[in-house]
T-cell receptor
Framework: KQEVTQIPAALSVPEGENLVLNCSFTDSAIYNLQWFRQDPGKGLTSLLLIQSSQREQTSGRLNASLDKSSGRSTLYIAASQPGDSATYLC???????????FGPGTRLSVLP | ETGVTQTPRHLVMGMTNKKSLKCEQH?????MYWYKQSAKKPLELMFV???????ENNSVPSRFSPECPNSSHLFLHLHTLQPEDSALYLCASSQWDREGTEAFFGQGTRLTVV
């Protein structure tokens, strides 16, 4: 059974810092990995999708990498801003049920 | 606007009530999902529909009953719920059997059972 973990559980940084969020998964047989952002009480907003054949995706200040063989992904946020404060979730879509298995999230606070 | 719309956004219901959650997607996807998000727990998959057929029922109690009348609409019928069922219920859609497809989520329904 696929399991997804995220480290750290919470992170607080001053504005302007670059930061890295980590995601690990136990079964490398995945279709893709997706990073989401969730603001309190709201739904999920898709940030980046990395297909199983890709190693990296970029969107603005965000860069996500994927190392499928080691079961890891990182989300890099450059020049963080207070508006980046949210919970960041990673999810893998596995080859078996084709469902999305989520990690518990990293709660990020960017202080002005 | 994500293309996935959920109604209502908030719902308070008693344990003896019957209510329904609605989800609609305008993305042309052929798969829809219900997830439950409780405090301090990862998102839990409840049901998956592909081409209007249920392909997964993730050991969900029978007091939750899904319905998918067509590929654009998904319902979650609720009856005789328990207080521990209070949570954020999220609907998502994607394209089944397509490796590179993204999942898109609605804004969720915040359910409180009293």
């Amino acid at each position: 059974k696929q399991e997804v973990t995220q480290i750290p559980a919470a992170l607080s940084v001053p504005e302007g810092e670059n930061l890295v969020l980590n995601c690990s998964f136990t079964d490398s047989a995945i279709y893709n990995l997706q990073w989401f952002r969730q603001d309190p009480g709201k739904g999920l907003t898709s940030l980046l999708l990395i297909q199983s054949s890709q190693r990296e995706q970029t969107s603005g200040r965000l860069n996500a990498s994927l190392d499928k063989s080691s079961g890891r992904s990182t989300l890099y946020i450059a020049a963080s801003q207070p508006g980046d404060s949210a919970t960041y979730l990673c999810a893998v879509r596995d080859n078996y049920g084709q469902n999305f298995v989520f990690g518990p999230g990293t709660r990020l606070s960017v202080l002005p | 606007e994500t293309g996935v719309t959920q109604t209502p956004r908030h719902l308070v219901m008693g344990m003896t009530n019957k209510k329904s959650l609605k989800c609609e997607q305008h993305l042309g996807h052929n798969a829809m999902y219900w997830y439950k998000q409780s405090a301090k727990k990862p998102l839990e998959l409840m049901f998956v529909y592909s081409l209007e057929e249920r392909v997964e029922n993730n050991s969900v109690p029978s007091r939750f009953s899904p319905e998918c009348p067509n590929s654009s609409h998904l319902f979650l019928h609720l009856h005789t719920l328990q207080p521990e069922d209070s949570a954020l219920y999220l609907c998502a859609s994607s394209q089944w059997d397509r490796e590179g497809t993204e999942a898109f989520f609605g804004q969720g329904t915040r359910l409180t059972v009293v």
